[in-house]
């Protein structure tokens, strides 16, 4: 069964500082990985999206993730945060297409 | 604008009385979720339609119904609700299975 693991319910950085948000999964095959944010008061947004076209995903607002399946991981990560980082996090699994799996969030504070 | 549109955005209420959640889509996307989220759990999937009258349960589906009888629209019924249904409830589209959920802004529900 698929599942996502999520290191870190919270994460603090810096202005300026490298985000880094970990996220491990499990699947018996090739999965789809998705990384989505939620700011405060609203639904989830898309942040990028991995289907096997290339390990290195780039998404939105400068963030991207990379698929290693040796470690069944696809972290997220952005080289300098801003204020408006701050937000939850999540990372999603899917092999089925009925089927998603969320992990349990990371909440990402950014301090000035 | 494409959108998920979800109401009630609030809704306290008491236990036992029957309560619906409205959830239309305007993007003629094939599949529609509703999912729970809790503090520390993430987002738990409670039933999800693939087409218009097919439907199936997710992993918490006790003490729901839902119903898709026309495309746009995917309404979540708590026929009977209790305490412990009190969430944070979302509705989401996709065209297809394995494609990026669209998220509505989410319905917070308390039951006492």
């Known amino acids: 069964a698929q599942s996502v693991t999520q290191l870190g319910s919270h994460v603090s950085v810096s202005e300026g500082a490298l985000v880094l948000l970990r996220c491990n999964y499990s699947?018996?095959?090739?999965?789809?990985l998705f990384w989505y944010v939620q700011y405060p008061n609203q639904g989830l947004q898309l942040l990028l999206k991995y289907t096997s076209a290339a390990t290195l995903v780039k998404g939105i607002n400068g963030f991207e993730a990379e698929f290693k399946k040796s470690e069944t991981s696809f972290h997220l990560t952005k080289p300098s945060a801003h204020m408006s980082d701050a937000a939850e996090y999540f990372c999603a699994v899917s092999d089925r297409a009925d089927k998603l799996i969320f992990g349990t969030g990371t909440r990402l504070q950014v301090f000035p | 604008e494409a959108q998920v549109t979800q109401n009630p955005r609030y809704l306290i209420t008491v236990t036992g009385k029957k309560l619906t959640v409205t959830c239309s889509q305007n993007?003629?996307?094939?599949?529609m979720s509703w999912y729970r989220q809790d503090p520390g759990l993430g987002l738990r999937q409670i039933y999800y339609s693939m087409n218009v009258e097919v439907t199936d349960k997710g992993d918490v589906p006790e003490g729901y119904k839902v119903s898709r009888k026309e495309k746009r629209n995917f309404p979540l019924i708590l026929e009977s609700p209790s305490p412990n249904q009190t969430s944070l409830y979302f509705c989401?589209?996709?065209?297809?299975?394995?494609?990026?959920?669209?998220f509505g802004d989410g319905t917070r529900l308390s039951i006492l």
């Open positions: 989401a589209s996709s065209y297809r299975g394995f494609e990026p959920q669209h």
């Open positions: 993007m003629n996307h094939e599949y």
């Open positions: 699947s018996s095959v090739p999965p789809y």
